[in-house]
């Protein structure tokens, strides 16, 4: 079992960044993907970053490739989303979650563990 708890999120205006945290708990951390989710007020929740178990691969959606950063820590049980020139439409509710598996990244079905979720507003 692991539980997820995410932090950071807030107002901002466009092209301002933010450094979200997702502190996980149990001493397992290292043994699963991460990936970061959001989802916008009447829309799906999609796929934003995800990241090996080492740390060492990094997949990214293309809304946010070269703007947005995943990174974890396994000695702190943390994984970050540092977000760069944020824009109105980045706005959602952000989730971390975790995956024992290994199937795709980027599935939300694949992931078994969902934090509580940080909100993200994106002032124009």
């Known amino acids: 079992q692991v539980q997820l708890v995410e932090s950071g999120g807030g107002l901002v205006q466009a092209g301002d960044s933010l450094r979200l945290s997702c502190a996980a708990s149990?001493?397992?951390?290292?043994?699963?993907?991460m990936g970061w989710f959001r989802q916008a007020p009447g829309k799906e929740r999609e796929f934003v970053a995800g990241?090996?178990?080492?740390?060492?691969?990094?997949f990214y959606a293309n809304s946010v490739k070269g703007r947005f950063t995943i990174s974890r820590d396994n000695a702190e049980n943390t994984v970050y989303l540092q977000m760069n020139s944020l824009k109105p439409e980045d706005t959602a509710v952000y989730y971390c979650?975790?995956?024992?598996?290994?199937?795709?990244?980027?599935?939300?079905?694949?992931?078994?563990?969902w934090g509580q979720g940080t909100q993200v507003t994106v002032s124009s």
């Open positions: 979650a975790a995956d024992s598996g290994f199937g795709l990244v980027s599935r939300p079905r694949q992931y078994d563990y």
């Open positions: 990241i090996s178990r080492s740390g060492g691969t990094t």
């Open positions: 149990g001493p397992t951390f290292s043994s699963y993907v």
